[in-house]
Nanobody, 133 residues
């Protein structure tokens, strides 16, 4: 069983930057896709970014974060990252890291939407990001 543990969330001013990390306790190979989604109070889950493990160039982003956020993975450290720049108050949410097998990052939006009925195989407990104006 693989556990995902997020870290790096904190309170920042608008315009600031944060880097979230998601450490996996076990090995995830190229059969998996992995990414981030977020949930703000009173709102549903929203896809943020995803990638196919060990497949460069598969990174996908929600329109709301494109150009501001960057997803990456350090295979040696078994850690997924989300670099967040130019943060705005609308980015305030709990950010979750998740992974599934036999999937593609290009389908991340649909996977996040469907996760309310059937959760991801692996999902972290979330890390809080608060952006103040």
């Amino acid at each position: 069983q693989v556990q995902l543990v997020e870290s790096g969330g904190e309170s920042v001013q608008a315009g600031g930057s944060l880097r979230l990390s998601c450490k996996a306790s076990g090995y995830l190979n190229r059969e998996y896709c992995m990414g981030w989604f977020r949930q703000a109070p009173g709102k549903g889950r929203e896809e943020v970014a995803a990638l196919d493990i060990d497949r460069p160039g598969t990174e996908t982003y929600a329109d709301s974060v494109k150009g501001r956020f960057t997803i990456s993975r350090d295979n040696a450290k078994n850690t997924l990252y989300l670099e967040m720049n130019s943060l705005i108050p609308e980015d305030t949410a709990t950010y979750y890291c998740a992974a599934d097998r036999y999937c593609y990052a290009k389908d991340w939006k649909e996977m996040v939407a469907g996760s309310l009925e059937a959760d991801f195989t692996y999902r972290g407990q979330g890390t809080q990001v608060t952006v103040s104006s």
